[in-house]
């Protein structure tokens, strides 16, 4: 019989965790927070009718305090949330962090920070899984799994030759005008830029176009960012809502975990949260359990219950995340033309850069400009706001956004803590960039400049913006898996060499993070945990 789980985290990794074990016969207690969004306004109508149909247009899409606008002065970041997803970002009373170097963003909802992911999906070829302990072969069976539960849209392109190709592809969704325009100018220069190493393609995107299940395909209808009304973008959530199907199953939210209990040996006993309405402590008996609240949360956890039930303050080493480049460009082809808000949203094609290396290659994300928030792009102009706003508008259908990323490795610089200064522990988190980051942004913001230019593109000078490390969300390598056992690392399996019935099944175990974003691989590494380990 497999023994009874507790998971700790409804996200991405949790839920599709959740299911291996539920799918096997198994049962399954999940822990969460849990908070939860509004069910979607007006689910057929499209973005420009939402601003006419509903009673309250400037309230949906600026919130009821306008919190959503941005004024002059204020030096944002290109991507923003808007009001109807406030609730994924949501803390419970009394968290806090601090941080030096790094710009956590955590998640608290139903389903994590997926439920405002923008969807690409990247299997890891061999040489990125070097540094795991285990082939290659034990993860590509799982991404098609994983394929298969949330629907991948893709194709075999130029890109494949930095992805390998697993189970079931969708046909991909329909391009926009403007990436229309882009493909087609690549199709004119393709030789020239393969021989620098660039290619473009289809990126591979977690949103439906045939219908899968009670989710609808894609219908193009531009409110991505607002939250898609017919389920095709896929988001943890829809997966919390199978798993609520299966009898083993039980689901409780309204819980902030706050540490493991032990007591003698080295079993994890209980599992102590605070409710959130009342603030009482809960404990919860457990037989295994599962750490899924994401890496940093997984982290802080195991950090308190380190010091709570050992006695031991210590610092948790090798905290990686994707730096990511945003590098803003005007499509000289397409100025002059209209863009349709009646478009998918998100980024529909890729910019793959090859290195010496293959753990070094780039990977880019390129959205070209529809219905998304605009103004933080208008903040950036250096003019003033009228002159910008005009501008804006006369390039709008000519605008996109290349989102490049760049790996990671786990270095003794970065790391997670408990500060002491107050009551309840709280994390501390330390990143400092590695010594050759500098050359490695500077030469790929270069190609990625001339690769633009090849296909017609212009990056405004002064435009391309280096995020803040943490702005990817892509965390991981606190407790790493290895093959030599070591203390607070775990086996090819996640499982703790602290506590013998602890899995950490989310980011924190992974020893290398390549320039990919990570949650598929979450995702299926999880799957592979949960068939593996829960026999
Ligand atoms: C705007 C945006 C766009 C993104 N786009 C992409 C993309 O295109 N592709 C990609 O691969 N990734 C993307 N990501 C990253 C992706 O969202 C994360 O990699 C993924 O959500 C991580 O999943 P997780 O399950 O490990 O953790 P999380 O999503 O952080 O989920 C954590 C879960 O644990 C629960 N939890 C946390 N702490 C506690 C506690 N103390 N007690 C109880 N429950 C707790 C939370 O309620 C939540 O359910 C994006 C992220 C953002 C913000
Ligand atoms: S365009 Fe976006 S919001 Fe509209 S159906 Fe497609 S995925 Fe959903």
Redesign the pocket.
């Known amino acids: 019989m497999i023994p009874a789980v507790t998971v700790?985290?409804?996200?991405?990794?949790?839920v599709h965790f959740a299911l291996s074990v539920l799918r096997k016969g198994g049962t399954v207690r999940m822990?969460?927070?849990?908070?939860r969004g509004r069910v979607p306004v007006l689910p057929d109508a499209s973005l420009d009718d939402l601003k006419t149909q509903l009673e309250d247009p400037a309230g949906y899409f600026l919130g009821p305090r306008y919190g959503a606008a941005l004024l002059p002065g204020v030096d944002d970041e290109y991507?923003g949330?808007p009001p109807s997803k406030d609730y994924v970002f949501d803390p419970p009373g009394g968290f806090g962090h601090s941080s030096s170097g790094f710009a956590p963003?955590?998640?608290?909802?139903?389903?994590?920070?997926?439920e405002?992911?923008?969807?690409?999906?990247?299997p890891l070829n061999a040489d990125e899984l070097e540094d795991f302990p285990f082939p290659h072969a034990d993860l590509a069976t799982h991404y098609a799994e994983v394929a298969r539960r949330i629907g991948v849209t893709g194709e075999e392109d130029d890109l494949s030759r930095f992805m390998p190709t697993h189970g079931p592809l969708l046909p991909p969704i329909r391009l926009d005008r403007h990436s229309d325009t882009l493909m087609s100018s690549y199709a004119r220069v393709r030789e020239r830029l393969n021989r620098r190493g660039a290619y473009l393609g289809r990126t591979r995107v977690a949103t439906l176009s045939q219908p899968l299940g009670t989710r609808q395909a894609c219908d193009h209808l531009g409110r991505c960012l607002w939250g898609c009304p017919r389920g095709a973008l896929y988001t943890?959530s829809q997966t919390l809502l199978e798993c609520q199907e299966y009898q083993g199953f039980e689901y409780i939210s309204g819980?902030?975990?706050?540490h493991l209990h032990v007591g003698a040996g080295t079993r994890v006993r209980t599992i102590v949260?605070r409710t959130l309405d009342t603030g009482a402590e809960r404990e919860f008996p457990v037989d295994r359990v599962a750490l899924?609240?994401?890496?940093l949360?997984s982290t802080?956890?195991f950090l308190a219950s380190m010091l709570r039930e050992a006695g031991q303050r210590i610092r948790l080493r090798g905290l990686m995340d994707n730096r990511q480049v945003l590098m803003p460009f005007v499509n000289l082809t397409m100025l002059g033309q209209q863009f349709s808000p009646d478009s998918y949203q998100y980024h529909l094609l890729g910019l793959g850069l090859d290195a010496s290396s293959p753990r070094d290659y780039v990977h880019g994300?390129i959205t070209t400009l529809k219905t998304a928030l605009v103004h933080p792009l208008i903040q950036k102009l250096p003019l003033d706001l009228s002159t910008s706003t005009s501008i804006f508008r006369a390039l709008h259908a000519a605008l996109g956004l290349v989102n490049v990323n760049f790996r990671d490795t786990r270095r003794d610089d970065n790391y997670v803590e408990l500060s002491a200064e107050h009551a309840a522990p709280r994390l501390h988190i330390h990143y400092s960039p590695d010594a050759d980051e500098p050359a490695r942004v500077t030469s790929a913001i270069s190609r990625v400049k001339r690769s633009l230019l090849s296909l017609n593109c212009v990056v405004p000078p002064g435009m391309a913006h280096i995020r803040p490390m943490g702005a990817s969300?892509?965390y991981a390598g606190t407790l790493p898996m290895s093959r030599a056992a070591a203390p607070f690392t775990t086996t090819e399996y996640c499982q703790s060499r602290e506590f013998d019935n602890l899995f950490l099944v989310?980011?924190a175990t992974f020893p290398f993070l390549p320039a990919k974003?990570?949650?598929?691989t979450?995702m299926a590494n999880a799957v592979r945990v949960a068939e593996a380990a829960f026999q």
Do not use: E, K, M
């Open positions: 700790v985290g409804s996200g991405a990794s949790g822990l969460d927070v849990g908070r991507y949330i963003l955590f998640s608290f909802a139903r389903g994590g920070l997926a405002v992911w923008t969807g690409g999906c990247y943890p819980i902030d975990v706050t949260g899924a609240a994401g890496a949360q802080r956890i994300q969300v892509h989310d980011g974003n990570i949650t598929f979450l």
